[in-house]
T-cell receptor
């Protein structure tokens, strides 16, 4: 049941550059999308979200873009910092309560 | 910053035994959730709980599973007769309302022997 897909298992970016993490979904009923960051031995930490009525949401260095026609969202981190190195999960929700997660993308920001 | 706390951090149990995983959600949150992540797989939804009843559950949440809010602060997940395939990281989450983001605890690693 791969309703939310993160096709890149890993990404390496230099410090100061932009990190772009991508997510695709198949269920057009999803109305709310979230990005979480996860460090080893910790739970997912909420980063940023976007409702399906918007196409962009920005919070500091983090921006999420939603392209509903392509069923695609992306997370931009600018500028990337070494502390951003973590696993990033995309999640989506329909009308209920359950979050559907992707498998995650491991981001490494190198000095 | 308020956080969701889970205990224990690691639980080792013999197959067939009952196990209870405990969570203290963020104090003013009203919606509570359990998720699990089997090693190497994605995080999967188990159940959501609001107003002292289950509001949604997944196919995984069968009769072996139950949830309870025994008092004003704790939220528990019980697995009645554990199986090897129940070995996973179990995450508790809470949110102020359905529209707000869910905030996760650090998880309990459940190992079934």
């Amino acid at each position: 049941d791969q309703q939310v897909k993160q096709n890149s298992p890993s990404l390496s970016v230099q410090e100061g550059r932009i990190s772009i993490l991508n997510c695709d979904y198949t269920n057009s009923m999803f109305d709310y999308f979230l990005w979480y960051k996860k460090y080893p031995a910790e739970g997912p930490t909420f980063l940023i979200s976007i409702s399906s009525i918007k196409d962009k949401n920005e919070d500091g260095r983090f921006t999420v873009f939603l392209n509903k026609s392509a069923k695609h969202l992306s997370l931009h981190i600018v500028p990337s910092q070494p502390g951003d190195s973590a696993v990033y999960f995309c999640a989506a929700r329909r009308s209920g309560y359950a979050l559907n997660f992707g498998k995650g993308t491991s981001l490494l920001v190198t000095p | 910053e308020p956080e969701v706390t889970q205990t224990p951090s690691h639980q080792v149990t013999q197959m067939g035994q009952e196990v209870i995983l405990r969570c203290v959600p963020i104090s003013n949150h009203l919606y509570f959730y359990w998720y699990r992540q089997i090693l190497g797989q994605k995080v999967e939804f188990l159940v959501s709980f609001y107003n002292n009843e289950i509001s949604e559950k997944s196919e995984i949440f069968d009769d072996q599973f139950s949830v309870e809010r025994p008092d004003g602060s704790n939220f528990t997940l019980k697995i009645r007769s554990t199986k090897l395939e129940d070995s996973a990281m179990y995450f508790c989450a809470s949110s102020a309302n359905r529209e707000e983001p869910q905030h996760f605890g650090d998880g309990t690693r459940l190992s079934i022997l």
